[in-house]
């Protein structure tokens, strides 16, 4: 079974600009969820989405957005980008909203760099 | 939001056990507790879970203690492909939202 895809896997934008990233979830996998790693604050959770509805949020400027298509993929954009941005950004794939303990499966991340 | 706290970084010898603690003293009744690790250049990867109870899988060990404010997973015999940053993480019952702590990084020395 393929794992997480994450694309693009580098990217560089300059400030102002957006940017989207895709995450492809483990066939079979209906919750998308997506997470903010950097060095000063670690993994922070973006939000969350299952069934194409985001269930979840974190505590994220409303410049953070995503959605979720029919077949599970997902998307987040970031509008007007900011330096501290700069961050490598991880989707993670569970099964399903009804079983609580399930593990979640993350892909390799995308390392975004504002310049 | 819950908060888990753990030690920077912990060092051990291959083919030891190692004892990884975690607190999470804020914990409530229906907060399970994950633990995942990430090794260098990958996305964090699956390690064990609890509610109350001990678990064990082929991994690791889980011992949580009786008050739930504390947890500490237990790697049996420490190998070099180990060494990660290892997240003990809380989960609100019914919510799929992972606070991550800020990680114990494992160095296993041969």
């Known amino acids: 079974k393929a794992g997480v895809t994450q694309t693009p896997r580098y990217l560089i934008k300059t400030r102002g600009q957006q940017v989207t990233l895709s995450c492809s979830p483990i066939s079979g996998h209906r919750s998308v969820s997506w997470y903010q790693q950097t060095p000063g604050q670690g993994l922070q959770f973006l939000f969350e989405?299952?069934?194409?509805?985001?269930?979840n949020k974190g505590n994220f400027p409303g410049r953070f957005s995503g959605r979720q298509f029919s077949n599970s993929r997902s998307e987040m954009n970031v509008s007007t980008l900011e330096l501290g941005d700069s961050a490598l950004y991880l989707c993670a794939s569970s099964l399903g909203w009804t079983e609580v303990t399930y593990e979640q499966y993350f892909g390799p991340g995308t390392r975004l760099t504002v310049t | 939001d819950a908060k888990t706290t753990q030690p920077n970084s912990m060092e051990s010898n291959e083919e030891e056990p190692v004892h990884l603690p975690c607190n999470h003293s804020t914990i409530s009744g229906t907060d399970y507790i994950h633990w995942y690790r990430q090794l260098p250049s990958q996305g964090p990867e699956y390690v064990i879970h609890g509610l109350t109870s001990n678990v064990n899988n082929r991994m690791a060990s889980l011992a949580i203690a009786e008050d739930r404010k504390s947890s500490t997973l237990i790697l049996h015999r420490a190998t070099l492909r180990d060494a990660a940053v290892y997240y003990c993480i809380l989960q609100l019952y019914n919510f799929n939202k992972f606070y991550f702590g800020s990680g114990t990084k494992l160095n296993v020395k041969p």
């Open positions: 989405y299952f069934s194409e509805t985001q269930r």
